[in-house]
């Protein structure tokens, strides 16, 4: 059930910030998402929630500045959206490399040890999730348009199975630790004589 709130919130903070954005409304999205990751650390054991925010935040501003240099490459442009300094994605931008950095966590967290497939499957998402954006007019594709979708399909590809790797892994609990493991520590071992 967790898998499924942490994806539907995500995708609910992804349309209410380009939707937004589309509008003028450039601070729904920033709203939105923090109102997820409020959700997320909620659903966080309490002892995790410091690191996974360090880390959801982290990912926020990494991802900010990637799509920066797409930005300043001319790969992308925001047009209802005006950053200051005018290099910079907007911070509804930034906030949805929040709201992605979520989803390890739950809802992509199968795809943990699998980075072919994690790859494969952010050089798909990624471009799909702007070219929406382009649809809602949020987002621009630049000249050429190799650039931008080939640039995003790079971008996803390297990004979430590196995302996935570097999050922080929840606490194993004890009915989750293997059958095979020792109940004994290894020092109190019995001895065979």
Do not use: C
């Not at 509008?23 to 966080?44: D, K, N």
């Not at 490399?97 to 992509?108: C, D, E, G, K, N």
Request: no cysteine; glycine share 10%; charged share 10%.
């Amino acid at each position: 059930m967790r898998n499924l709130a942490n994806f539907l919130a995500f995708q609910g903070a992804w349309f209410a910030a380009v939707e937004g954005a589309a509008r003028g409304w450039t601070w729904l999205g920033p709203v939105a998402v923090a109102a997820i990751v409020a959700l997320h650390l909620a659903l966080v054991p309490a002892a995790e929630r410091r690191r996974e925010l360090v880390y959801v935040l982290g990912v926020g501003l990494a991802g900010g500045l990637l799509d920066s240099v797409l930005k300043a490459l001319g790969a992308t442009a925001y047009p209802t959206s005006d950053p200051v300094p005018a290099w910079l994605v907007p911070a509804w931008i930034a906030s949805l490399w929040a709201a992605f950095a979520t989803l390890p966590r739950f809802s992509l967290g199968w795809l943990r040890g699998r980075p072919v497939l994690a790859a494969v499957l952010g050089a798909a998402g990624g471009p799909l999730s702007y070219y929406g954006g382009t649809r809602l007019g949020a987002v621009a594709a630049g000249e050429p348009a190799l650039l931008t979708w080939g640039g995003l399909a790079l971008e996803y590809a390297l990004v979430t199975p590196l995302l996935l790797h570097l999050a922080p892994r929840p606490a194993a609990s004890a009915e989750e630790a293997p059958a095979n493991s020792p109940e004994v520590p290894l020092d109190e071992s019995p001895q065979h004589g």
